[in-house]
């Protein structure tokens, strides 16, 4: 999801790191699953790419 929503983006992982200040293995981390962001990356990683969080009942 981070994954398609970066590359929609145009840019690379070094590029959205450095957006939100964090390091590229950690967005690489993110992509593949690996890591989860705490909610305030979350939206620190959608702010970067022009998105915005929507949160919604399940």
């Known amino acids: 999801m ?3 929503a970066r590359k929609n983006a145009r ?6 790191a ?3 200040g964090a ?4 967005i690489s981390r993110i ?3 690996l890591t989860i962001p705490t ?3 979350l939206y620190r ?3 970067a790419m022009g998105l915005t969080v929507e949160l919604r009942p399940m």
């Open 18 to 20: 450095k957006r939100i």
């Open 45 to 47: 990683i959608a702010a």
């Open 39 to 41: 909610v305030s990356t």
């Open 31 to 33: 992509e593949r699953g």
């Open 2 to 4: 981070l994954l398609d």
């Open 11 to 16: 840019l690379t992982q070094a590029e959205l």
């Open 23 to 26: 390091d590229k293995g950690y």
